[in-house]
C-alpha cells in the first residue's frame, strides 16, 4: 500500500496527536465487531441488547450476552495495531487515544492517556448506589450479578439513549478542537457523539486519517483515507512518528 506525501508530511510534522479508535482496532484479535453478519449473538443484534430498555426487559438476556463476550475477551492479546498506538504515544510528547471500545485491550498494549467513551466490560455498576467495580470473574458465577447491598449490578457500559461520562466527551471534544493530527482506526463512525469527533478535528484545522477495512459515512470529509487491515496499515505508518 502507498502512503501519500501528505499524510508521511502530516506524521512527521505532528505535535499533537489523536487516535479515535473502533471495534476494528480490536477485530485482528479476535473482538468481534458489532455491526456486520458477525456482529450477531443467538440472531440478536447488538442494537437491540445495548440498550437500558433491554436491560430492564430481560436482565439476564443482556448479562448473559455480556458474560459470553467476558469469556472471549479475557484470554485475547493486543495485535500489531494496538501496538502503534501504543508507541505512538511513547513518541508524541501530546497525544491523546478516544477508543469507543470496551475490551481494555488498548490498555493491555501499554497506552495510559486513553479515554473510554463507552465504558469497560471489565467493570459493573450497582444499579441503586452507582458505585463502579472492577470485576474480573470470567465466567460469571451469578447472572445477574447482585452487588453488596443486594441490588443488581449492570455492566459500566454506555448503552444507547444514555449519556456518556461528561468528563469523557468533554476531553475528547477538547482534545479534537486542539490536535494537528488525527488517526480514525476501525470504526463505522455511525454512533454520535464519537462520530463527530473526526470533522471537529478537520474543522479545527487538523489532517485527518482514516484507517478501516471499508468506506464509511466520513471517508470523503478526511484528508486521507486507507482502506484494509489497522493491523497492516498502522506499522506502516510507525516509521514516520519517529
Ligand atoms: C476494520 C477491521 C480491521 C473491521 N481493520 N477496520 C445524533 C444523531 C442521531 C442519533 C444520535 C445522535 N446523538 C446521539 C444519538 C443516538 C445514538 C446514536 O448514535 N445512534 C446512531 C446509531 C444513529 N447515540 C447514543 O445513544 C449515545 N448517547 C448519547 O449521545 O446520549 C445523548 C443522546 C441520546 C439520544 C439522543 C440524542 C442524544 C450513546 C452511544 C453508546 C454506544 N454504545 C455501544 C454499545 C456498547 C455496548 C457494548 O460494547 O457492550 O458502543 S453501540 C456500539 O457501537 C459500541 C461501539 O463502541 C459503537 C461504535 O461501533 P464501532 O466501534 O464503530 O464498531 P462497528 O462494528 O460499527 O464498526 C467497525 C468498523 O471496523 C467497520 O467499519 C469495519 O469495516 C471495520 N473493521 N475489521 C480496520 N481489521
New binding site residues.
Given amino acids: 500500500m502507498k502512503i501519500s506525501k501528505e499524510t508521511i508530511k502530516a506524521i512527521e510534522s505532528s505535535d499533537n496527536v489523536v487516535v479515535l479508535?473502533?471495534?476494528?482496532?480490536s477485530?485482528?484479535s479476535g473482538v468481534p465487531?458489532?455491526?456486520?453478519e458477525e456482529?450477531l449473538w443467538r440472531n440478536f443484534r447488538?442494537?437491540e441488547l445495548?440498550t437500558p430498555f433491554a436491560f430492564q426487559r430481560d436482565p439476564k438476556l443482556v448479562w448473559e450476552w455480556?458474560d459470553w463476550?467476558r469469556n472471549l475477551i479475557k484470554p485475547l492479546y493486543p495485535n500489531a495495531?494496538h501496538k502503534v498506538i501504543a508507541s505512538v504515544e511513547q513518541k508524541k510528547s501530546s497525544f491523546k487515544l478516544i477508543t469507543?471500545?470496551?475490551d481494555g485491550l488498548h490498555q493491555k498494549a501499554g497506552n495510559k492517556k486513553y479515554v473510554e467513551?463507552?465504558?469497560n466490560?471489565w467493570k459493573t455498576r450497582c444499579t441503586e448506589e452507582g458505585k463502579v467495580t472492577e470485576n474480573l470473574e470470567s465466567p460469571l458465577k451469578k447472572i445477574p450479578p447482585v452487588c453488596e447491598c443486594g441490588a443488581m449490578l449492570r455492566?459500566h457500559?454506555?448503552?444507547?439513549?444514555?449519556?456518556?461520562p461528561v468528563e469523557a466527551i468533554q476531553s475528547s471534544y477538547q482534545a479534537a478542537e486542539n490536535c494537528d493530527l488525527m488517526m480514525v482506526?476501525?470504526?463505522?463512525?455511525?454512533?454520535?457523539?464519537?462520530?463527530s469527533l473526526p470533522g471537529i478535528a478537520k474543522n479545527t484545522g487538523a489532517f485527518v486519517i482514516e484507517?478501516?477495512?471499508?468506506e464509511?459515512p466520513i471517508s470523503d470529509m478526511v484528508d486521507d483515507s486507507y482502506l484494509?487491515?489497522?493491523?497492516e496499515?498502522l506499522p506502516l505508518l510507525e516509521k514516520y512518528f519517529e
Fill in positions: 479508535t473502533g471495534a476494528g482496532i477485530a485482528e465487531t458489532f455491526r456486520g456482529g447488538a442494537e445495548a455480556y463476550r495495531g469507543q471500545n470496551v467513551l463507552h465504558g466490560i455492566p457500559i454506555v448503552w444507547f439513549g444514555e449519556s456518556l482506526v476501525g470504526t463505522s463512525a455511525v454512533v454520535q457523539p464519537a462520530a484507517i478501516n477495512a471499508e464509511t484494509g487491515k489497522a493491523g496499515i
